[in-house]
């Protein structure tokens, strides 16, 4: 059964950094560029981060020059370093292909990331 299981959120203060992982299972996840949303209370999820089988990168406007996203393909993981995190960063923080119709299915359980001072 495909999946995705998220971790790595916690309660920060604002300039501190987290690495999240995302450890997935399923041949789906082979086939896509995989990316991490986020959701932010009263929000919708939008795309911060995502990254191609061949490890090219992309970003959303609020991860540049903050966030890298990368992949352990030997451990069917996906990263995602968060530096200088800001209060406008808290949000549930989830993984997934990038393509929304095959992602409807695999949606996790996310990580929640509150940074606060």
């Known amino acids: 059964q495909a999946q995705v299981v998220e971790s790595g959120g916690g309660l920060v203060q604002p300039g501190d950094s987290l690495r999240l992982s995302c450890r997935y299972s399923?041949?789906?996840?082979?086939?896509?560029?995989m990316a991490w949303f986020r959701q932010a209370p009263g929000k919708q999820r939008e795309l911060v981060a995502s990254i191609t089988r061949n490890h090219s990168p992309n970003y959303g406007d609020a991860a540049k020059g903050r966030f890298t996203i990368s992949r352990d393909d030997a451990e069917n993981i996906i990263y995602l370093q968060m530096n200088n995190l800001e209060p406008e960063d808290t949000a549930i923080y989830y993984c997934n292909v990038v393509n929304r119709p095959v992602a409807a299915r695999y949606w996790g359980q996310g990580t929640q990331v509150t940074v606060s001072s």
């Open positions: 399923g041949t789906v996840f082979n086939i896509y560029p």
